[in-house]
């Protein structure tokens, strides 16, 4: 009851799917398994990052500093 609680930072991800060229290094990377791949692809035919969990979401910015297209932006609360 009410353990789910956790009060570490949280953080939040905007991925700019126009950027992503669908490496998968942000989804192999974060720690707390946030990031899928979506079954969306941007319009240079790339099927892109999703942010999932956004719950899980530490703010530790792992993801940014993978991804090669410094297509994600790290938000901390
Ligand atoms: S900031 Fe950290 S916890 Fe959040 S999605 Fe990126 S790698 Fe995962
Ligand atoms: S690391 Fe960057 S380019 Fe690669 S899948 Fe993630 S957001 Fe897309």
């Given at each position: 009851m009410g353990k789910t609680t956790k009060k570490n930072a949280k953080g939040k991800i905007v991925i700019d799917i126009e950027l992503?060229?669908?490496?998968?290094y942000c989804a192999m990377a974060c720690p707390k398994g946030c990031i899928s791949m979506s079954r969306d692809f941007n319009s240079m035919g790339y099927f892109v990052a999703h942010?999932?969990?956004?719950?899980?979401?530490?703010?530790?910015?792992v993801c940014a500093q993978m991804c090669p297209e410094i297509a994600i932006e790290v938000w901390k609360e």
């Open positions: 992503c060229k669908g490496c998968k942010f999932e969990h956004p719950e899980k979401c530490t703010g530790c910015a």
